[in-house]
Each structure stands twice: as C-alpha cells, then as structure tokens.
C-alpha cells in the first residue's frame, strides 16, 4: 500500500472548494440560506483522529518489537482508515474553505454564528487531516534490509507471478 501523497489531498481540496462555493452559490441563487455545517462536525473529526492515533499506537509498537505482533489485517484496515480519513478531511476542509470564500465575498458580512461553524469546521477537517497522515506513518513498517538485495531465489522459495 502507498502512502497518500500530497498530491491526492491538495485535489482533494480543490474539488472541495469548488463544491462548497457551488453549494452557497446554487443556494442562495434559489432563495434559500446559505449552507452552514453543524458544529457538531468539528468535533467529530477530532474524535477520529484521536481514534485513529489510538488504534495506530499499538501497530507502531508491535512493528519496533515493543509489543506482541498485531494481525498483519487489522494493521491494514487501521491503515485504510487512516488513508482514508485523510481524503474526507481533505475534501470537507476544502468545502468549508470553499462556503468561508463565498461568505466572505458577500457584500453583506457574514454572521458570527455561520462563519463560526465553517471555520470550526476546517479546524476539525485539518486536525483529521493530521491524524491520518500521522496514523498512516505509525503504521508503516520498515523495509527489511534484504528487500534492496538481487539476487537468485532461494532453493525452497516459490517464484512469485506478478
């Protein structure tokens, strides 16, 4: 498994600017209030990542030889959800990125209470953001010194197909 590059987030964050501008924008063209999220959002994304730092914990030990071995499955799905809350809080960043822009470029200012909700919102996108990647290298083992080594199979060793 690949690590997720910076360059999934940042696209991440763009398509999410693009949807949260679009959203206020269709939204308010039809009448109708400009999207705010809830704040409870933001506060869910940092119980994930605290979640994910905790559940990539023991998988770090495990890898150093610190702990006993974890199921090499549980270490991927920890992992995948790692990847994939990176992602989410990539995009949902970008969308209140994307809703604060259109707020801010309103003749009217915004209110405290909306703009308060979307930039609580980023907040908790960028700490889920930081969890994930932080989770993701917790569960990355290291590169066994024989892996860079060419060389013929061993005698009992079955080649692989890839």
Excluded: W, Y
């Amino acid at each position: 498994m690949r690590r997720t590059s910076p360059t999934t987030l940042v696209a991440a964050v763009v398509i999410g600017l693009a949807v949260g501008f679009v959203i206020d924008q269709v939204l308010t063209g039809s009448g109708r209030p400009t999207f705010t999220p809830s704040i409870m959002l933001p506060i869910l994304f940092v119980l994930l990542g605290v979640v994910l730092i905790v559940l990539a914990l023991p998988i770090r030990r495990a890898t150093r030889g610190m702990a006993p071995p974890v199921d090499p499955f549980r270490a991927v799905r920890v992992a995948m959800l790692a990847k994939a809350s990176s992602i989410v809080g990539a995009f949902v960043g970008g969308v209140g990125g994307g809703l604060l822009v259109f707020l801010l470029t309103r003749p009217v200012p915004p209110s405290v209470g909306s703009s308060g909700a979307v930039t609580a919102t980023i907040a908790g996108a960028v700490v889920l953001i930081a969890a994930g990647v932080i989770a993701e290298q917790l569960c990355t083992i290291r590169k066994d010194d024989d892996d860079d080594q060419p060389g013929p199979p061993e005698p009992d060793a079955t080649p692989s197909h890839h």
